[in-house]
């Protein structure tokens, strides 16, 4: 079956750093690929998406390129800020009838320090 | 626009207590879920609700029902709760139209607690 993998975590850097959070999944044909972000106490939230391969998502300043001989969606940022602190999930998306199935990563807790 | 709304944020149950979590959209979305979040294993779905009528389960439904009320709420109920079911649950909205995808909205979250 689907499955998605993400480095463990916690991730600690300093306000300015880069950023990259690796993910790679196992699927056959072709899913979409998506990262969420969940801040301290709240729901997930969509950051950005790619639906086919060499899709690259982008919101507010991350990045994630969809690599299909890799089978990865690795999360990157160029300049991350405290605000950032949050756990941040990988998955995939597959189609059920008429209702998308998400799976997804463990999810990795990013620590941004001034 | 409240988005998806959850009841209650908190909830403390006795091993065998039976309770319902409370799950509404107000974005017409047709498709529900109810997802499951422990430490150290993301999120895996417990039931989805393709469109107002219909049920299924998902990876981990075990222990739980779901009511698709009508097109804006979707239950999750524990008829008799143990202490596995400590957990934070999430319920979730899309829209699929055609084979056109929608994001999932969240909503804040359950926590629960069985002792």
């Known amino acids: 079956g689907d499955s998605v993998t993400q480095m463990e975590g916690p991730v600690t850097l300093s306000e300015e750093a880069f950023l990259t959070i690796n993910c790679t999944y196992t699927?056959?044909?072709?899913?979409?690929l998506f990262w969420y972000v969940q801040y301290p106490g709240e729901g997930l939230q969509l950051l950005l998406k790619?639906?086919?391969?060499?899709d690259k998502g982008s919101n507010k300043g991350f990045e994630a390129t969809y690599r299909k001989e890799t089978t990865s969606f690795h999360l990157e940022k160029g300049s991350v800020q405290v605000s950032d602190s949050a756990v941040y999930f990988c998955a995939l998306r597959r189609f059920s009838g008429t209702a998308s199935k998400l799976t997804f990563g463990t999810g990795t807790r990013l620590q941004v320090t001034l | 626009n409240a988005g998806v709304t959850q009841t209650p944020k908190f909830q403390v149950l006795k091993t065998g207590q039976s309770m319902t979590l409370q799950c509404a959209q107000d974005m017409n979305h047709n498709s529900m879920y109810w997802y499951r979040q422990d430490p150290g294993m993301g999120l895996r779905l417990i039931y989805y609700s393709a469109s107002e009528g219909t049920t299924d389960k998902g990876e981990v439904p075990n222990g739980y029902n779901v009511s698709r009320l009508n097109k804006r709420e979707f239950s999750l109920r524990l008829e008799s709760a143990a202490p596995s079911q400590t957990s934070v649950y999430f319920c979730?909205?899309?829209?699929?139209?055609?084979?056109?995808?929608?994001?999932?909205?969240f909503g804040p979250g359950t926590r629960l607690t069985v002792l």
């Open positions: 979730a909205s899309s829209e699929v139209q055609g084979a056109t995808y929608n994001e999932q909205f």
């Open positions: 699927a056959t044909g072709y899913p979409s």
């Open positions: 790619a639906t086919k391969a060499d």
